[in-house]
């Protein structure tokens, strides 16, 4: 497993805490996603340089892009929580040219939660005894403790922006 941020001290922290929960060979690599020409060849320089099974991304949607094009260059499947953007849905035949993955919304929220709704909402269509007139769905995660500043120890921990 490799893990990579922008944020040396931020990786060295997960790198610690994932080294404690886990016995697993763990190496860290600092590098940026940013939308530029440069970091385009970085990271698909890093992707040819290491043969990664998969890429699973927690990057913001601005990044998303830049990654998915280097993860279609080397061949390599992506996973992320993230939206489909506009941008990304762009690449969708690229991806499909290459044989590669572009798997999205495989979170909780987007992902999980939309599971859930499906299969509810087809199950009380298929059984004929009610109908849904509205749907609404609200979703978030658990802070980290240091984070959890309120009475209800509660924050919204997404944006569909990234």
């Known amino acids: 497993m490799t893990l990579v941020s922008d944020d040396a001290s931020q990786l060295a922290t997960f790198a610690d805490r994932i080294g404690q929960l886990h016995r697993t060979n763990l190496t860290t690599e600092v590098m940026s996603a940013v939308d ?35 993860c279609i260059a080397t061949l390599t499947p992506l996973v992320t929580a993230s939206y489909v953007s506009p941008r990304l849905r762009h690449l969708h035949q690229a991806a499909v040219d290459a044989n590669i993955p572009l798997l999205c919304e495989c979170g909780l929220d987007p992902g999980l939660d939309h599971m859930g709704a499906v299969s509810m909402i087809a199950s009380i269509q298929a059984s004929g005894r009610g109908v849904i007139s509205k749907f609404t769905s609200v979703c978030g995660g658990l802070p980290a403790p240091e984070s959890a500043d309120n009475p209800l120890g509660y924050k919204f921990s997404w944006s569909p922006l990234g």
């Open 36 to 70: 530029t020409t440069a970091s385009l060849a970085l990271i698909t320089d890093f992707l040819k340089r290491n043969y990664f099974a998969c890429v699973v991304a927690l990057v913001p949607e601005d990044a998303q892009y830049t990654l998915a094009r280097a």
